[in-house]
């Protein structure tokens, strides 16, 4: 079918129909082909079954006719309308864990610091709360924990959908671009959409020059296709060595390091394999508690390896380590230009059941290496924006009783409980079950149950609606949960066997 709509509106608003077979759908401007996305179509039988509308950018060409061509129905095309403005998602959701306002979304990508404000790009699908159309959405906030949702910035084109990377700011006034010009990293994923079959992915860039808000693609590509999907670039600047390195994910347990002093042409210096890593690379040097530092390589799924680097290659012990006890946090990623810190967010792989959202943020939490017999270990604890603006709501030292405490007011609530001598110890908060068990050194959250190991010194629990983060032993322990309920207020109790101190905090 072939429809044609005149553009009078900043936005076209396409019905994302709930549980139908994707269907491609192409758009067309004065016979270029602008747009082309999967999407789950309305059909006559469902009628006007449509769970939200997805807002298609269209400014720059308001007064001209877009063309509508794909397997579609008379329903879809009708249910097609224009706005200024994007429609606000008004559902319940986490206060502090940044969730889209619809759609899917995945790997944090792009994050940089920048004039007090930090931007979190993100794997996204506008198009349905699968996994599909990777662009890349954009949100800013000042203090990492309040987000504002902006336009997407990078939509799928002819060389393939906009899969993970990274950025930067051009301090060093490379590729004719201002100083002040943010520079973008992203693998254009060639063969996995339509659109782009025959072609292979490879490694691009986009830029800003207004302060991240607007991206512009940069025409060819800054690393050719190396082998399999290659992807998930992430650039920094290696101040030792006066170069720009890029760690790249290739394939299997395989990666690739390159190096670059212009960020245009770019050598492969290294070629590692990694015990079980996959995906979403990065490589920093992280500070020791108490002084010093250690080089680090990341990968998604929170493994890390300790090792030293000097621009050219990374030599590691090959000890692979585990910064998750849970496998819900994923693909971290961290800022440029946070110079005094290292701050890491997470994607947390939540399903938000019959939510017309998928995918959250963690609470972004700073890195640091605790030196425990002799071994050091990585601490994740909250940024100290969030210990800023919690609010001591309850404090007591407990022996062997029970307390009860009623949050009145929506809001993120953490309990921390320093632990002295506990055999159990029994969080119900929201109607939400949660128990230590120092015998055998098991969480159990609801059904879950997580070895966390004995003689816990201390547990932070955050609950954020459907999200519940959970810290032990200053950081080195971290696990994250999706609960059955979304509930924001109403009875916590603790139930203590053995001696505590619990202070309850809101945030919100």
Same mark, same amino acid.
């Given at each position: ?35 082309? %996305? ?14 939200? $509308? ?15 061509? #794909? ?11 224009? /706005? ?10 986490? =206060? ?17 610091? *920048? ?5 979190? @790009? ?19 906030? #000042? ?8 336009? !997407?910035?990078? @939509? ?8 993970? #990377? ?51 693609? $940069? ?55 990694? &015990? ?16 010093? !530092? *250690?080089?680090?390589?990341? /990968? ?6 300790? #090792? ?5 290659? %990374? ?9 998750? *006890? ?46 425990? &017999?002799?071994?050091?270990?990585? /601490? ?24 009860? @405490? ?23 908060? %929201? ?18 149950? !997580? ?5 816990? $010194? ?18 080195? =322990? ?16 603790? !139930? ?13």
């Amino acid at each position: 079918m072939r429809n044609e709509i005149l553009l009078q509106c900043k936005y076209l608003l396409l019905p994302i129909a709930r549980e139908q077979e994707y269907e491609v759908i192409s758009f067309f401007v004065e016979e270029e082909k602008v747009f082309e %996305f999967k999407i789950p179509v309305m059909n006559e039988e469902n009628n006007f079954d449509y769970q939200y $509308k997805a807002p298609v950018p269209v400014a720059s060409y308001m007064g001209k006719y877009i063309r509508v061509e #794909g397997n579609y129905s008379a329903i879809f095309f009708k249910e097609i309308s224009q /706005s200024n403005t994007i429609p606000k998602n008004n559902e319940r959701r986490p =206060i502090l864990h940044f969730t889209p306002n619809t759609g899917w979304m995945n790997d944090p990508n792009g994050l940089i610091y *920048k004039n007090g404000i930090y931007h979190l @790009y993100f794997q996204y699908n506008p198009f349905d709360t699968k996994w599909e159309n990777m662009c890349w959405g954009h949100a800013i906030s #000042g203090d990492m924990l309040h987000w504002e949702q902006k336009e !997407t910035v990078l @939509y799928p084109d002819q060389d393939g959908p906009i899969f993970s #990377g990274s950025g930067i700011v051009n301090d060093n006034a490379l590729l004719g671009l201002p100083k002040d010009a943010y520079i973008y990293f992203y693998t254009s994923a060639g063969g996995k959409s339509e659109w782009s079959r025959g072609k292979l992915p490879v490694q691009k860039i986009a830029y800003s020059i207004d302060g991240g808000n607007t991206l512009h693609k $940069k025409e060819g590509c800054i690393v050719e296709h190396i082998c399999d999907e290659n992807r998930d670039p992430k650039v920094y600047w290696h101040e030792q060595s006066k170069a720009y390195i890029m760690v790249l994910y290739l394939t299997k347990n395989d990666y690739a390091i390159l190096r670059s002093a212009d960020l245009e042409n770019w050598d492969v210096r290294q070629t590692i394999t990694l &015990d079980k890593a996959w995906e979403c690379p990065d490589l920093l040097e992280v500070p020791i508690l108490g002084g010093g !530092t *250690k080089w680090m390589f990341w /990968s998604a799924d929170g493994f890390y390896f300790l #090792g030293e680097f000097d621009g050219h290659q %990374f030599k590691t012990d090959g000890i692979r380590r585990k910064a998750y *006890k849970t496998n819900l946090p994923y693909a971290a990623q961290t800022f440029w230009g946070v110079h005094d810190r290292i701050i890491s967010i997470p994607w947390i792989r939540s399903l938000n059941k019959s939510k017309l959202y998928t995918g959250a943020m963690g609470i972004p939490r700073e890195l640091v290496f605790i030196n425990k &017999d002799h071994e050091l270990i990585l /601490s994740q604890l909250p940024i100290r924006e969030f210990n800023e603006q919690k609010v001591l709501q309850y404090v007591a030292d407990a022996k062997d009783e029970k307390i009860s @405490y009623y949050q009145e007011e929506n809001a993120v609530v953490e309990i921390r409980t320093s632990l002295l001598n506990v055999v159990k110890i029994e969080w119900n908060i %929201f109607e939400t079950q949660i128990g230590y068990d120092n015998n055998t050194g098991t969480l159990s959250i609801g059904e879950t149950k !997580t070895v966390i190991g004995s003689d816990i $010194k201390d547990i932070s629990i955050i609950a954020d609606s459907e999200i519940l983060e959970v810290t032990a032993n200053d950081g080195t =322990i971290y696990a994250a949960y999706e609960l059955e309920t979304d509930k924001q207020s109403g009875i916590i109790s603790i !139930t203590l066997e053995g001696n505590g101190r619990i202070e309850i905090f809101i945030v919100s």
